[in-house]
């Protein structure tokens, strides 16, 4: 959630772009709650969690409502088209929320584009112009969605399930193929390219060591990391011009 924010408001600073992180962290946080209720509905039950998940959701859903009304009031509409075009993959994510499938790779995959959306969204509400705007977006699910790929099937390797490393590895390098397109057309640095290049290396590497013990908690923390390089490639890249 916060790489798409932080992206956002560190190349398009703006009142409305700080109005919508906030409108957009108050939807996100709503996700679990409304997740817990809907599982407790489904199953016919009500448990002492379910009144508390409820309110929660509300609050949330308050907080997301109240922080886009304020970009809008500040901004006018023109930033709400990527999240128009978002819709879709969030409703998906959240299809499958209420089935209780939150972990299937259709739901990671649809969650993580949508969320991207946001950082165009606050560079459009910050003034930029849509096409290079629409290119944060694009970066961002060019790093997300090969991510999870590479995630799941370290995940499957170490509770040694079938994985398929080949496909992984396909999916960063159209990824880098997709910005590479993008920096050539003028809509994106060539360091998000870099940042990319680096993360088909972090991939190369992982499998290569697949037969090392590593939590979960350990990757995540990682990619914690090359979350915030491949923000700070991407934010050097259009400030110096690279």
């Known amino acids: 959630m916060f790489e798409p924010i932080v992206l956002g408001l560190l190349l398009a600073p703006s009142l409305a772009g700080l109005f919508l992180s906030v409108g957009a962290v108050g939807a996100f946080l709503s996700r679990h709650p409304f997740k817990l209720a809907i599982g407790d509905w489904r199953r016919g039950r009500r448990m ?3 009144p508390l998940a409820e309110r929660f959701a509300v ?5 997301a409502t109240l922080g886009l009304a304020l970009a809008i009031k500040t901004a006018g509409i023109g930033f709400l088209l990527p999240l128009l075009f978002a819709a879709p993959f969030t409703i998906v994510q959240l299809f499958h929320d209420s089935l209780g499938r939150s972990r299937s790779l259709i739901a990671e995959l649809a969650g993580s584009i949508s969320i991207g959306a946001v950082a165009a969204a606050i560079a459009i509400a910050g003034g930029w112009p849509r096409p290079a705007a629409f290119g944060l977006w694009i970066i961002l699910a060019a790093r997300t969605v090969p991510t999870i790929l590479y995630l799941r099937a370290r995940l499957r390797i170490l509770h040694r399930k079938p994985a398929s490393p080949r496909m992984v590895i396909i999916a960063h390098a159209l990824a880098i193929l997709i910005v590479f397109g993008l920096a ?8 998000a390219v870099a940042a990319l290049v680096i993360l088909l290396v972090r991939a190369l590497i992982g ?9 979960p908690k350990r990757l995540g923390l990682r990619e914690l990391g090359f979350g915030a390089m491949t923000v700070c490639a991407v934010v050097l890249g259009h400030v110096v011009g690279w």
């Open 48 to 50: 002492p969690r379910t």
């Open 59 to 63: 609050l949330y859903v308050c907080i």
């Open 184 to 191: 050539r057309g003028g809509v994106a640095p060539f360091l």
């Open 207 to 215: 499998f290569s060591e697949s037969g090392k013990r590593v939590t």
